[in-house]
């Protein structure tokens, strides 16, 4: 299911945003996220927010599945020469990046579930993750709470291996680094996270599309949602200049 945030017709259109919320693949839902994707719309652009099936009852890739069709509803929608931005948080930066790969190289995708591979693929201008879940294990050595549940619950216990086969294949790193669009990687400092993005940032380091990274210092887990936190105030000046920019 998704709602739709309409854009300030009063500033110019700029391309449409699909948000995917976090939550360890297991908790949350779009409506929590509403008024934090106030300002995208405010700045011209119409954000499509998105849940999906959770984990345990719908573990990987079906969540993974349910977003790949919702994206063929919106390019529908919005045109088949409509670029989108993709964004997410947490797990919802886990999701985003791994669309963003299905679209850049679906065959990657083929032995994962060849259900992925169907639906149509909508064009795309860039992908954010904000402290997203980017490899498997860092962010339990880190100490991440309940991040052995998540795991557990998505990917069962095969995810804890070091090294897994396609039926465990849930994080972009697990993947061959296929990325070809501008990708924002932006996390807090203190964030168990952290590193996930870093380990990101090094798996794409030869792709030849752009990769920042940014970590906003002292920042924890999750403070984009405290919008009147200075840090959560510049993360959205950030994304807004990223986006404009791609």
């Not at 804890?160 to 990708?183: H, Q, R, S, W």
Request: glycine share 8%; with cysteine; hydrophobic share 40%.
């Amino acid at each position: 299911t998704l709602e739709i945030l309409e854009p300030n017709p009063q500033v110019p259109r700029r391309a449409p945003v699909v948000y995917v919320h976090g939550g360890g693949w297991i908790i949350c839902h779009k409506g929590l996220y509403t008024a934090e994707l106030a300002f995208l719309a405010q700045h011209g652009h119409r954000v499509y927010n998105l849940d999906y099936p959770l984990a345990p009852e719908h573990p990987f890739p079906m969540p993974l599945r349910s977003l790949a069709h919702a994206l063929e509803w919106i390019m529908r929608r919005e045109g088949e020469e409509t670029a989108l931005h993709l964004m997410g948080d947490s797990a919802g930066g886990n999701l985003v990046t791994m669309l963003a790969l299905l679209c850049a190289d679906p065959s990657v995708f083929e032995p994962i579930d060849p259900g992925l591979c169907q639906p149509q693929r909508p064009k795309l201008r860039s992908v954010v993750s904000l402290y997203g879940v980017l490899d498997r294990t860092s962010w339990i050595v880190n100490g991440f709470p309940g991040a052995k549940l998540m795991l557990h619950s998505y990917g069962g216990p095969a995810a804890f291996a070091a090294d897994v086969g396609p039926e465990c294949a849930l994080t972009p790193c697990d993947l061959p680094p296929v990325l070809n669009i501008p990708c924002l990687l932006a996390t807090g400092s203190s964030d168990p996270l952290a590193e996930s993005s870093r380990i990101a940032r090094e798996h794409w380091s030869n792709v030849p599309a752009r990769v920042d990274s940014i970590e906003y210092p002292g920042e924890s887990h999750g403070f984009f949602n405290f919008h009147r936190r200075p840090a959560a105030q510049r993360l959205r000046a950030d994304v807004i200049r990223f986006f404009e920019e791609t």
